[in-house]
């Protein structure tokens, strides 16, 4: 059995990274058809069963790793999902805390994160639409349209409540209100969406995304 083995290292190299001299470790080559080398899906359910067969069939007491390209892609998917949901969370606790302390009111807090979700639903839809993965900067998009977005919001809100303390009528209070912030927070918008965009001159796709979401976010 040996001089089987022997010689059939010689003629298959390969064997060397599949098999260890001593014979307690065995490695197994699993081919990806290209069409799912970069589908998540398809890459996580491979995995999955992988891992499943291992279990059911390995001997007892085994140790096995699951390496490769597609492994570590799924890997930093998964990374970049965690990192959009924790900074993402953090910055909503952020703006919530601050327009509560600000306004002393959760209706009006209510108010002021809807107005500020709907540029989150539309970075996500834009995404969508055009494609754009989930990656290690875009995923801090979601965290930083919140908190750059917010300011706007409360500078609005805060001089109608200012105006509307005065005069007593919600439809004048709004249209003064936007007569004095209209013009300064539309520019605060278009600097600070320019001053994103910037970025775009990157040559890295990612921080090209990164710019393009948060201009138009």
Known sequence: ANERLERLRKALPLIDFLLSPDMTTVGVLIRVDDRYRFDVPVIEGLLAASRKIL???????????????????????????????????????????????????????????????????????????TAIPLSS??????????????????????????????????VEACRQALRVVLVPCLMCSVTTAVGFGSIMVSTIPMVFQLGLIMCLG
């Open 55 to 129: 279990r059911e069939h390995a001997p007892q007491g085994s140790e096995y790793r699951i390496i490769g390209p597609q492994v570590i892609r799924a890997a930093i998917q998964k990374y970049n999902v965690e990192t959009a949901l924790v900074f993402g969370i953090l910055c909503l606790v952020i703006s919530t805390l601050v327009s509560v302390y600000i306004f002393k009111s959760l209706r009006v807090t209510f108010i002021t994160l809807a107005v500020v979700g709907v540029s989150v639903a539309w970075i996500l839809a834009f995404m969508s639409v």
């Open 137 to 170: 900067t875009t995923g801090l998009s979601f965290g930083l349209v919140l908190v750059v977005s917010v300011a706007t919001v409360i500078r609005i809100v805060t001089h109608f409540n200012e105006r509307y303390a005065q005069i007593g009528d919600k």
